[in-house]
Nanobody, 120 residues
């Protein structure tokens, strides 16, 4: 089994900051890409940011405000969110592309989601 546990969500005022964390645990051989997605009410889930090795990519809506990073020793991915806007309000989901055994494929696993609310 592979588990992804997110933390760090909450309520913040516009212009504020939050840092999300996602720890991956379980039967893991290696992790390829790790990323954050979000889903606002009535909208489809969208990519926020992804990191593969040292390469990062972001949605245009968060470029310059959000930073994704990872600690490979801890199998943990982070999302530093600055200058938050009301439109950033959503449930944020962690995703990891994991290989569990030699010779197996990489599979995507998801966290349970953490609520981020930006409101005054």
């Amino acid at each position: 089994q592979v588990q992804l546990v997110e933390s760090g969500g909450g309520l913040v005022q516009p212009g504020g900051s939050l840092r999300l964390s996602c720890a991956v645990s379980g039967s893991i051989l290696s992790i390829n890409a790790m990323g954050w997605y979000r889903q606002a009410p009535g909208k489809e889930r969208e990519l926020v940011g992804i990191i593969r090795g040292l390469i990062t990519n972001y949605a245009d809506s968060v470029k310059g405000r959000f930073t994704i990073s990872r600690d490979n020793a801890k199998n943990t991915v982070y999302l530093q969110m600055n200058s938050l806007k009301p439109e950033d309000t959503a449930v944020y989901y962690c995703n990891a592309n994991v290989r569990r055994t030699y010779g197996s494929q990489y599979y995507n696993y998801w966290g349970q989601g953490t609520q981020v609310t930006v409101s005054s």
